[in-house]
């Protein structure tokens, strides 16, 4: 199962590697990142594979919805299959 990992609000140093850091904790494997700046915004989607983590999805999702909290961003966790429904033309 993959994940859809969205990542927006003020940059700072070090967002990359907490949202990475809080995915390798419980064995959520990073496919895919792409990201940018614009002025003071940071802009984030990740591809992670979540077939080996250690916890319900639903409490992976809180967690990195947790960790954007401390670091002043919006996190937001979605299932791959949820994400390609919602854009299927």
């Known amino acids: 199962m993959k994940a859809v990992i969205t990542v927006l609000g003020k940059d700072s140093v070090g967002i990359?590697?907490?949202?990475?850091?809080a995915c390798a904790e419980?064995?959520?494997n990073i496919m895919d990142?792409?990201?940018s700046v614009m002025q003071d915004m940071f802009?984030?989607?990740?591809?992670?594979?979540?077939?080996?983590?250690d916890i319900p999805f639903a409490e992976l999702a809180?967690?990195?919805?947790?960790?954007?909290e401390?670091?002043?961003?919006?996190?937001?966790?979605?299932h791959e299959d949820i994400f390609n429904?919602?854009?299927r033309i």
Do not use: F, P, R, W
């Open 16 to 21: 990359l590697a907490k949202v990475s850091a």
């Open 85 to 87: 429904s919602m854009h």
């Open 33 to 35: 990142v792409t990201q």
């Open 43 to 53: 802009a984030m989607i990740m591809l992670a594979d979540t077939k080996a983590c």
């Open 26 to 28: 419980h064995g959520v």
């Open 62 to 68: 809180k967690n990195l919805e947790n960790a954007g």
């Open 70 to 78: 401390t670091m002043g961003v919006k996190v937001h966790v979605m």
